[in-house]
């Protein structure tokens, strides 16, 4: 690659802007190639879409094509979100660089070199895909080509709206990093994660509709929708539900309801407040313990009229993660008859306490499949992990700090977990203390 100074980095910058920005919405690789092979050298350009499983990376061309996500460079740096180089298959290198939008994985762009790129050079690689993604996004707003390059398989109708809903897969500030996931991703019919920076706070949500098909589509956009319509009127917590609470009663009578968790994280002191309603629960993981904070119990969103919600405040401590899950993850049950939550999940939280929000959210839904001894699921799985990094920011890098704690993550073998184990989980669990 050839040498390139500041100057040269900006000007790059401004050439793929303007070459993207003029081009038709859906020729992004056609525009990239020739700009890079001129700039870079670059004798090979792909652009890898994360698939709605995140199992696989799809080229934008060439869709039938895939790169799984296990053992192979590609799926390395989308896990783990740092850069990856790898000797390529003549000569020079490759250089696999993930693509996200303020802690949003979108995919990895892919580039061939003559030449293994220098430290200044990575780091300047790297922006440049942050460049690609923020071009991405705004294509993705005016093109399907994206979308469906991104599909293993067609969504159903429902699907369609549900993932048209989310506000995306993952958001990163200095205060926390998140990831979300949906399950089973193209036939997810009722459950929903949503959330939403302020200002000064972060508000989380999980909801499940607890029906199938359009109905439960329609059902979980009238009470996301109306959590949204709350929320933006600058309404507290407990209005928000109320709201919600009004809005799809007035639709349905009562026959139908959302069950949703509510969580609203004040950043600048790490104070929680929590509004449950339905079947959604929420796990932290602090240190080498895995708590549930012991939350007042309300009715569904729409099951009967006029509910009165109220807050259930909570503090979170640097370096908690904190898991919110649907039913359909911690009442699923293995051909035993064992739950999920009881059994198998405070082992997973600990196992997996040094990888990242992004990673933690697949391990979820790959060890529900395990637990049902691969079997189907047979309701749908909303998973919603967010690490906090304290007032300020400190750093969302769990890696980093629990090395103090001697925690090596999958290979960290826990100990006996004091305040929810896997053998008196379901029975009582320790709640946290109110903050």
Aim: hydrophobic letters at 45%; charged letters at 20%.
């Amino acid at each position: 690659m050839r040498d390139r100074g500041a100057i040269g980095e900006a000007e790059l910058g401004r050439a793929v802007l303007v070459g993207l920005d003029q081009a038709r919405p859906d020729a992004t690789v056609a525009v990239l190639r020739p700009l890079l092979a001129e700039h870079l050298g670059a004798t090979e350009v792909r652009l890898l879409l994360a698939n709605y499983q995140l199992t696989a990376l799809r080229p934008v061309q060439d869709s039938d094509d895939r790169e799984v996500l296990r053992d192979t460079p590609a799926g390395q740096a989308f896990v783990t979100q740092q850069l990856v180089t790898h000797p390529a298959a003549d000569l020079g290198v490759t250089v696999f660089l993930p693509m996200s939008i303020r802690g949003d994985r979108m995919g990895v762009l892919q580039l061939t070199v003559p030449a293994q790129p220098d430290r200044a050079g990575l780091a300047s690689l790297g922006r440049l895909a942050d460049v690609v993604g923020y071009a991405l996004q705004a294509a993705g707003r005016q093109t399907d080509v994206l979308a469906r390059a991104a599909r293993s398989q067609r969504l159903s109708l429902a699907a369609e709206l549900q993932w048209q809903l989310l506000p995306g897969l993952g958001c990163r500030a200095p205060e926390y990093l998140l990831a979300g996931h949906l399950e089973p991703a193209y036939h997810v019919h009722a459950d929903n994660f949503d959330w939403s920076h302020d200002e000064d706070q972060l508000v989380l949500s999980v909801s499940d509709a607890g029906r199938r098909g359009g109905v439960a589509a329609l059902l979980s956009t009238l009470a996301v929708t109306a959590l949204r319509n709350a929320r933006r009127a600058g309404l507290p917590l407990a209005d928000q539900a109320r709201l919600a609470d009004q809005a799809v009663y007035a639709h349905h009578q009562g026959r139908h309801y959302v069950s949703t968790l509510l969580i609203g994280v004040d950043l600048g002191t790490g104070r929680a407040r929590a509004v449950s309603a339905g079947s959604p629960q929420l796990f932290l993981l602090r240190g080498h313990d895995v708590l549930q904070p012991a939350l007042t119990e309300h009715s569904p969103l729409g099951m009967f009229e006029d509910t009165d919600y109220t807050e259930d405040v909570f503090a979170l401590d640097t370096g908690d993660r904190l898991l919110i899950v649907s039913d359909g993850v911690h009442a699923a049950r293995s051909p035993g008859r064992e739950t999920f939550g009881a059994v198998r999940l405070p082992d997973l939280l600990m196992a997996t306490a040094a990888v990242p929000p992004g990673a933690v959210v697949r391990a979820v839904i790959d060890d529900l499949f395990d637990h049902r001894d691969l079997a189907e699921l047979d309701d749908d799985a909303a998973v919603l992990c967010v690490d906090w990094a304290g007032p300020g920011g400190h750093t969302c890098d769990r890696a980093v700090a629990l090395t103090a704690l001697g925690t090596a993550g999958r290979d960290f073998t826990p100990p006996r977990l004091t305040l929810v184990t896997s053998s008196t989980f379901s029975q009582r669990p320790r709640p946290i203390e109110p903050g």
